[in-house]
């Protein structure tokens, strides 16, 4: 089972570059999220979404977009990197019903110089 | 607000000794709680939950039990082992909107 895949796994940008992080999930999640986790520190929620169509900002949502045109599929896009951006992304969904668990991507270790 | 609040760390331990991860909540409503546990780069996998208070997670040894009297969800391992080496995260989920709210993590170190 693929569970929650992120791609890619590693990327540097120049400050000012604009990139999108991928993410899929194939098991029919209703609920998908974004966090950034900075170095030593907890996990921060930058945009999450509820369904196809909704999305909601999180904590930390300033300089990222996002869009669910699919239930399978939430992309972040980062616009204009700056260093303050420099962070290990993680994709993660969840049902709505069941177990409540939430499944993680890998992460993308994403630096800006 | 709602909130989490683990114990700092780091936590440096010996191999087989007796572990505590401390953690406590703030929520209005009645949360479910989980641990999850993060190995050197890696994602985030979950260790184990409790839905309702008096129940107890366990999984690999680990073990936690959801006291509502005193908000808490520690976690206990009896003897620790040095491939439970990783980061645990505290969490809490609010059904009445389901967002995970998350503790900063405690980063433990088991020493051979």
């Known amino acids: 089972n693929a569970g929650v895949t992120q791609t890619p796994k590693f990327r540097i940008l120049k400050i000012g570059q604009s990139m999108t992080l991928q993410c899929t999930q194939d098991?029919?999640?209703?609920?998908m999220y974004w966090y950034r986790q900075d170095p030593g520190m907890g996990l921060k929620l930058i945009y999450y979404?509820?369904?196809?169509?909704?999305?909601d900002k999180g904590e930390v949502p300033n300089g990222y977009n996002v869009s669910r045109s699919t239930t399978e599929d939430f992309p972040l896009r980062l616009e204009l990197a700056a260093p303050s951006q420099t962070s290990v992304y993680f994709c993660?969904?969840?049902?709505?019903?069941?177990?409540?668990?939430?499944?993680f991507g890998q992460g993308t270790r994403l630096t800006v110089v | 607000g709602d909130s989490v609040t683990q114990m700092e760390g780091p936590v440096t331990l010996s191999e087989e000794a007796f572990l505590t991860i401390n953690c406590t909540y703030t929520a209005t409503g009645y949360p479910s709680l989980f641990w999850y546990v993060q190995y050197p780069g890696e994602g985030l996998q979950l260790l184990l939950k409790a839905t309702k208070a008096d129940d107890k997670g366990s999984n690999k040894g680990f073990e936690a039990t959801y006291r509502k009297e005193t908000t808490s969800f520690h976690l206990e391992k009896g003897s620790v082992q040095v491939s439970d080496s990783a980061v645990y995260f505290c969490a809490l989920l609010m059904d009445s909107n389901y967002q995970l709210i998350w503790g900063a993590g405690t980063k433990l170190i088991i020493k051979p």
């Open positions: 979404s509820v369904g196809a169509g909704i999305t």
């Open positions: 993660a969904s969840s049902s709505r019903q069941g177990d409540l668990e939430a499944f």
């Open positions: 098991m029919n999640h209703n609920y």
